[in-house]
């Protein structure tokens, strides 16, 4: 089993930046991929980026290159995630997930969330113009 706990969620004027932190405890070196998901009211759950830690892939969402950057502290078994150059549109909670070592693969692949087994709790993002 693996626990994930996000925290640094908050509102922020559009331009501005935050850094999500998602604290993993239990089988963690079982975690094969981890990641980040958002879902906005009335939309479904998108993937925003995930990493393989096996061979060290990752993706980000097109909406999201060039101004959020996905990072590991593998010591303090978190992830991070900087988001810099935030827009309205980025509003909604941010769950961080993971899958482990069997399905990982499938799971980064892919990008369902449906493939990830473990979810945190959620951190809510809120951007105003």
């Known amino acids: 089993q693996v626990q994930l706990v996000e925290s640094g969620g908050g509102s922020v004027q559009a331009g501005g930046s935050l850094r999500l932190s998602c604290g993993a405890s239990g089988a963690t070196l079982s975690i094969y991929c981890v990641g980040w998901f958002r879902q906005a009211p009335g939309k479904e759950r998108e993937r925003v980026a995930t990493?393989?830690?096996?061979?060290?892939?990752?993706y980000y969402a097109d909406s999201v290159k060039g101004r959020f950057t996905m990072s590991r502290d593998n010591a303090k078994n978190t992830l991070y995630l900087q988001m810099n150059s935030l827009k309205p549109e980025d509003t909604a909670m941010y769950y961080c997930?993971?899958?482990?070592?069997?399905?990982?693969?499938?799971?980064?692949?892919?990008?369902?969330?449906?493939?990830?087994?473990?979810w945190g709790q959620g951190t809510q993002v809120t951007v105003s113009s």
């Open positions: 997930a993971a899958q482990t070592r069997f399905l990982g693969g499938r799971a980064c692949y892919s990008g369902s969330p449906g493939a990830f087994s473990y």
């Open positions: 990493i393989n830690t096996g061979g060290g892939e990752s």
